[in-house]
T-cell receptor, first 112, second 113 residues
């Protein structure tokens, strides 16, 4: 099976930078995703890493180290609207399809 | 471009009843997945459909079943409802692409009393 760990909660200040970590243990790894989910809403795609290294997309960056089973999501210039749950998800090759295994999510609270 | 739509948005059932949830996938997407999300938890994979066939299943009992139609829309059926089935049910569609990015609907909130 797969095991994904991420912190339950984090608090940061508007304008600051925050890093949300995710560690995973899995076989058949085929990519790591980060999703943002506001309360009562659908998860929305933020980033995808399949190779080691950093992927940057505007204020959001995601890093992956496959050998360490580790990823992080970096959010810069935090805004109040960034308060949400951030879900780390691993895709595993299972003979077909796009099955993702999600962590429990990190609830980020951005304060003034 | 129309996104993923689900219905109903909210519903209340009692233990032992049956429920059907519906999902219309995003235009051009031929793969549909269903996830269960309990409060404060991440989504849990139920199953996936591709070309009207089940194409992967998570750790859910057989009373969770589904269908995919020729237009790629899908249904999730749950029989013999239990209290623990109370959750948000998310449908996600994806193109048959290499990245596997999922596009989620707003979900159906099921409450079992």
């Amino acid at each position: 099976g797969q095991n994904i760990d991420q912190p339950t909660e984090m608090t940061a200040t508007e304008g600051a930078i925050v890093q949300i970590n995710c560690t995973y243990q899995t076989s058949g790894f085929n990519g790591l995703f980060w999703y943002q989910q506001h309360a009562g809403e659908a998860p929305t795609f933020l980033s995808y890493n399949v190779l080691d290294g950093l992927e940057e997309k505007g204020r959001f960056s995601s890093f992956l180290s496959r050998s360490k089973g580790y990823s992080y999501l970096l959010l810069k210039e935090l805004q109040m609207k960034d308060s949400a749950s951030y879900l780390c998800a691993v895709r595993v090759l299972t003979g077909g399809g796009n099955k993702l295994t999600f962590g429990t999510g990190t609830q980020l609270k951005v304060e003034l | 471009e129309t996104g993923v739509t689900q219905s109903p948005t909210h519903l209340i059932k009692t233990r032992g009843q049956q429920v059907t949830l519906r999902c219309s996938s995003q235009s051009g997407h031929n793969t549909v997945s269903w996830y269960q999300q309990a409060l404060g938890q991440g989504p849990q994979f139920i199953f996936q459909y591709y070309r009207e066939e089940e194409n992967g299943r998570g750790n859910f009992p057989p009373r969770f079943s589904g269908l995919q139609f020729p237009n790629y829309s899908s249904e999730l059926n749950v029989n013999a409802l239990e209290l623990d089935d109370s959750a948000q049910y998310l449908c996600a569609s994806s193109p048959r692409s290499s990245t596997g990015e999922l596009f989620f609907g707003e979900g159906s909130r099921l409450t079992v009393l």
